[in-house]
């Protein structure tokens, strides 16, 4: 069956029809999952991880659909002109963002200056849009913005001042020597490391780890009888509070030595909520020790009281313990 020219078009306009419908009932399904929480259960650390995890969208369309779901929660005069095609997905979500990063800098608008926002952006492409927020917010270009290019890949985009590219200049010269040509992305990865390794707490109890290891291994030699005592090269990264800690001070305190830290399992596999269907979290956000018998019902500190759970879990205690 061959269609005609005409024939084709009206069958694109029926589908994109029904792509349109379909789109609004997914959002106002994921409205309905992230307002449960139901990501939690799933074993993701947010919502933003099921959608892609789980339903299988990158991140750009993600994001998308996640702005205007909220978008259309705040203002639900807006569905049909979702459904209409009047007010794209891309412009919702940008407005959706905008409204964000206004409300960061302290810049609120009322439900009705919103209303008036997204009758402005109606049928404008998405670059009319953005000339409209740079129109009411001039300063929105020095302020970073961030865009899924691909599965894995950024685009970050925010302005930086003349020191601070001097710096990072003066920087590559002084690595010059690791990578004649050294991106930007390469400089900010090196210092990423060097901040994490200076802030994670996962890194930094691993660490302790590694150190405890050596510690024992060079004690198990000394039993061996060397003689030598005094070999404590290894030791002097050593937790300094962990073996100071008398075992009363610990019944009482939720400070957990470091010595019971270095025995929970798996920290650098980040949150260990797995859900009914066997799913492990993972995540490594606001990564933290909680206690499985809660502290404040007598949970005691020790290494088989303790997992690593990322923030969300920990916070959602209530669904898994
Ligand atoms: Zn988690």
């Given at each position: 069956?061959?269609?005609?020219?005409?024939?084709?078009?009206?069958?694109?306009?029926?589908?994109?029809?029904?792509?349109?419908?379909?789109?609004?009932?997914?959002?106002?399904?994921?409205?309905e999952?992230?307002?449960?929480?139901?990501y939690?259960?799933?074993?993701y650390?947010?919502?933003?991880?099921?959608?892609?995890?789980?339903?299988?969208?990158?991140?750009?369309?993600?994001?998308?659909?996640?702005?205007?779901?909220?978008?259309?929660?705040?203002?639900p005069?807006?569905?049909?002109?979702?459904?209409?095609?009047?007010?794209?997905?891309?412009?919702?979500?940008?407005?959706?963002?905008?409204?964000?990063?206004?409300?960061?800098?302290?810049?609120?608008?009322?439900?009705?200056?919103?209303?008036?926002l997204?009758?402005?952006?109606?049928?404008?492409?998405?670059?009319?849009?953005?000339?409209?927020?740079?129109?009411?917010?001039?300063?929105?270009?020095?302020?970073?913005?961030?865009h899924?290019?691909?599965?894995?890949?950024?685009?970050?985009?925010?302005?930086?001042?003349?020191?601070?590219?001097?710096?990072?200049?003066?920087?590559?010269?002084?690595?010059?020597?690791?990578?004649?040509?050294?991106?930007?992305?390469?400089?900010?990865?090196?210092?990423?490391?060097?901040?994490?390794?200076?802030?994670?707490?996962?890194?930094?109890?691993?660490?302790?780890?590694?150190?405890?290891?050596?510690?024992?291994s060079?004690?198990?030699?000394?039993?061996?009888?060397?003689?030598?005592?005094?070999?404590?090269?290894?030791?002097?990264?050593?937790?300094?509070?962990?073996?100071?800690?008398?075992?009363a001070?610990?019944?009482?305190?939720?400070?957990?030595?470091?010595?019971?830290?270095?025995?929970?399992?798996?920290?650098?596999?980040?949150?260990?909520?797995?859900?009914?269907?066997?799913?492990?979290?993972?995540?490594?956000?606001?990564?933290?020790?909680?206690?499985?018998?809660?502290?404040?019902?007598?949970?005691?500190?020790?290494?088989?009281?303790?997992r690593?759970?990322?923030?969300?879990?920990?916070?959602?205690?209530?669904?898994?313990?």
């Amino acid at each position: 069956m061959k269609l005609s020219n005409d024939e084709l078009v009206f069958e694109a306009e029926k589908e994109i029809k029904l792509e349109r419908e379909s789109t609004l009932k997914i959002i106002k399904i994921f409205q309905e999952i992230s307002a449960r929480r139901i990501y939690l259960e799933r074993g993701y650390p947010s919502f933003y991880e099921m959608v892609t995890k789980h339903f299988g969208y990158c991140a750009g369309s993600a994001m998308r659909r996640i702005n205007a779901m909220k978008l259309v929660k705040e203002m639900p005069q807006f569905e049909e002109k979702l459904e209409s095609g009047e007010l794209s997905l891309s412009v919702a979500a940008d407005v959706q963002s905008f409204l964000y990063q206004e409300a960061r800098i302290e810049r609120h608008y009322s439900v009705n200056a919103k209303i008036e926002l997204v009758e402005t952006c109606l049928g404008k492409s998405r670059r009319e849009v953005e000339e409209e927020f740079a129109r009411r917010s001039p300063e929105r270009e020095k302020r970073e913005t961030q865009h899924a290019i691909s599965g894995d890949r950024l685009r970050v985009s925010f302005s930086i001042s003349k020191e601070l590219n001097d710096k990072l200049n003066h920087l590559k010269d002084l690595l010059g020597h690791v990578d004649p040509s050294m991106t930007t992305e390469s400089l900010l990865e090196r210092l990423a490391e060097l901040g994490l390794d200076k802030y994670d707490p996962a890194r930094r109890a691993e660490r302790a780890k590694v150190g405890k290891l050596k510690r024992d291994s060079a004690m198990s030699c000394d039993r061996v009888g060397n003689g030598k005592a005094g070999n404590t090269a290894d030791m002097s990264d050593a937790p300094p509070r962990a073996h100071s800690i008398s075992a009363a001070e610990v019944s009482r305190s939720r400070y957990i030595p470091a010595n019971e830290t270095h025995e929970v399992p798996d920290d650098r596999q980040g949150c260990t909520f797995i859900s009914r269907d066997g799913r492990r979290c993972g995540s490594q956000k606001l990564l933290q020790l909680d206690h499985i018998e809660p502290f404040g019902h007598g949970g005691a500190n020790t290494a088989s009281n303790l997992r690593w759970m990322c923030g969300a879990h920990n916070r959602h205690r209530p669904m898994h313990s």
